[in-house]
């Protein structure tokens, strides 16, 4: 295996090092920027105040709360609906440092071993931010980093190879006894693995020594090709256990450092405690579902003794290990490896049409349009809505209370003390009795969907054949169009007339417009669009990738910003509300759009 390769410095507005990476296995020299090149004052940032990781740092733990609970209600002040809901104050995390059982840092590779460190991305660049110690990891994963640290820099061969190092130990939550399990990540080559693998267990043997109180693995995950995301590769036990054994909430949980697992333990009992006050004890015995369940944290720590527990989420890792938590909490328990948007008919069939209680805790985009239909369909009885994103949580709140659900409390959390994260959990119940009736049938497996309007559309659910007289649409478009104007033809197209086109308001650089067309085709609108150069965000297929995707990224929008708002035809005139989703990302009252 070759060393890393040749340094090379150049300068510009900022210093850079130019790393080049001879990569024999791919028979080319790759280049890439790595790292920051910093005068020798700062090149160390030991105090937490300047750490990309944790933003609030410098402020009292008040005012941190203070900003998370505004971050919540500013997201929720956007939906009329919910714009008056109180929201109380955060709950404190019962500890605001040493609280992270998880670190995750970049190599900064440098020619000389000694001076070799680890590090933080800034936020939204590559540069890398040098820590030497971190207050928010628990002491357990300090004491694995400080060992490791020297180890790994004077072993040229895992200095060479390792691009992050990810720590997960038990953090005070242990089955049996305290663990971590350290995890080195990189690309190598298939026939320099053994290599690899010789020196790994070398480390791990003067590592494993080196922290005595602590029982240490090492895993290696293995890359073919450089990626920017830790644990990207093919995961590999060197020495020591595959997964850690925790205890959560009085169950035991069996965690890889691959699967997802809160940071925060004490602060997820706490949130276990409330989720547990809101589930109560259910004499009916109505089923527990929980949604993007991981390894089962949620539903593996609340489900009763006798309660059938379903969960699915799209990790088969994950489900494999949840699997093994609910059997060894003698759970009857069964789970489906499967994504959102394919999860629903397996749901269906397991609880045919029976009631029952739904814990959903979605990644930060929060649920896919499938499964909120889904459960707006069937409509479980209550639903505890966990999310590290207040803007996708009210989003989806919004679309459920549009299925007869009731807001009964949002409860923010701190998971993340001196970080601008919060975790929030919302209580729904089911508004009245005569829905709980029609829940049974209410799903049907979804066939060969029958549209009028291209997926991702909004508006009224016309009849194709139906003459169309007119209608009159409003869209998020790409750049600030003119306050008036018309669509031009798109080429190719025979299409119709002029189409008018009015500016209601110009958000960040994009554009709410109203449009009225002699015309129910969203296709012709929407190349007609793009033909104007201001194309409908989010638009898959005539869009711009770079506005889709930072409309996706910094607003969230997870479908086409196009609604149909009225059509005429036949005499008659059929209107669809604008989504409140809609109104949260045009920052418009429904009477302006629908006006
Ligand atoms: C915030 S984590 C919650 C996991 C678990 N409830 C816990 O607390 O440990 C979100 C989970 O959603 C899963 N996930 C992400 N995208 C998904 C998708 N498209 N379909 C289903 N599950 C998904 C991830 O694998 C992850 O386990």
């Not at 073919?224 to 020495?239: F, I, K, T």
């Not at 919302?426 to 997926?455: C, H, I």
Request: charged residues 25%.
């Amino acid at each position: 295996m070759a060393p890393r390769g040749v340094e090379v410095y150049c300068v510009c507005f900022a210093y850079y090092a130019l790393h080049s990476n001879h990569r024999h296995n791919a028979g080319v020299v790759k280049a890439e920027w790595l790292s920051p090149t910093q005068p020798e004052t700062h090149r160390l940032r030991r105090d937490m105040s300047k750490c990309p990781s944790c933003p609030l740092v410098d402020l009292p733990y008040a005012e941190q709360l203070h900003q998370k609970h505004q971050k919540v209600a500013r997201a929720f002040g956007a939906y009329p609906q919910m714009a008056g809901h109180e929201i109380p104050a955060v709950h404190p995390s019962p500890h605001e440092q040493g609280y992270r059982n998880r670190a995750r840092m970049v190599v900064l590779p440098k020619a000389d071993a000694s001076e070799a460190l680890l590090g933080f991305y800034e936020e939204g660049s590559r540069q890398v931010v040098p820590v030497e110690r971190c207050e928010a990891h628990h002491p357990t994963v300090e004491t694995v980093l400080g060992e490791l640290r020297p180890l790994l820099f004077t072993d040229g061969l895992l200095r060479w190879f390792t691009r992050f190092v990810d720590v997960r130990s038990t953090a005070g939550h242990p089955a049996a006894e305290e663990a971590a399990i350290v995890t080195l990540c990189g690309e190598v080559a298939e026939h320099d693995r053994d290599e690899l693998e010789a020196h790994a267990a070398t480390l791990h043997r003067a590592l494993d020594e080196a922290c005595d109180e602590l029982r240490v693995s090492l895993h290696l995950n293995l890359a073919d090709e450089p990626s920017q995301s830790v644990l990207a590769g093919e995961q590999q036990v060197v020495a020591g256990d595959a997964w850690l054994d925790v205890e959560v909430t009085n169950r035991e949980f069996r965690v890889p450092p691959t699967a997802f697992f809160q940071v925060n333990l004490d602060a997820l009992e706490a949130v276990h405690r409330r989720m547990d006050a809101v589930l109560g004890d259910d004499e009916s015995r109505r089923p527990l579902v929980d949604l993007y369940c991981g390894v089962g944290a949620h539903g593996v720590a609340l489900a009763e003794a006798d309660t059938e527990l379903l969960g699915t989420d799209i990790e088969q890792a994950a489900i494999d290990l949840a699997e093994d938590n609910a059997r060894r909490a003698e759970l009857h328990a069964e789970f489906r490896a499967a994504a959102d948007t394919h999860a629903a008919d397996w749901l269906a069939d397991r609880l045919d049409g029976r009631a029952y209680r739904l814990i959903t805790n979605p990644a930060r985009a929060g649920m896919s349009a499938q499964t909120v239909a889904f459960v707006g369909a069937t409509k479980p009885d209550c639903i505890l809505y966990l999310s590290c994103e207040p803007h996708t949580l009210a989003r989806d709140l919004d679309r459920l209370l549009d299925h007869g659900f009731r807001l009964e409390s949002i409860e923010p959390f701190d998971f993340m003390p001196q970080t601008d994260q919060v975790e929030t959990l919302a209580v729904l119940t089911l508004d009245d009795a005569s829905t709980k009736s029609s829940r049974e049938r209410a799903y049907q497996p979804q066939g060969p969907a029958q549209r009028t309007f291209s997926p991702g559309v909004s508006g009224p659910n016309m009849v194709s054949d139906t003459v169309i007289d007119a209608s009159s649409w409003v869209a998020l478009v790409a750049g600030e169009t003119p306050k008036h104007g018309f669509l031009p033809k798109a080429r190719g197209l025979d299409g119709q007339g002029r189409i008018e086109v009015e500016r209601l308001r110009k958000v960040e650089g994009n554009s709410v417009v109203r449009v009225k067309a002699p015309t129910l085709s969203d296709d012709e609108l929407r190349q007609r669009f793009r033909a104007w150069n201001h194309p409908v965000l989010g638009d898959p297929d005539y869009g711009d990738r770079n506005a889709n995707h930072l409309a996706a990224r910094h607003a969230y929008l997870d479908r086409m910003a196009l609604h149909c708002v009225e059509v005429r035809a036949g005499g008659e005139v059929y209107r669809a509300e604008v989504p409140g989703s809609f109104l949260a990302l045009m920052r418009l009252p429904r009477k302006v759009l629908e006006g």
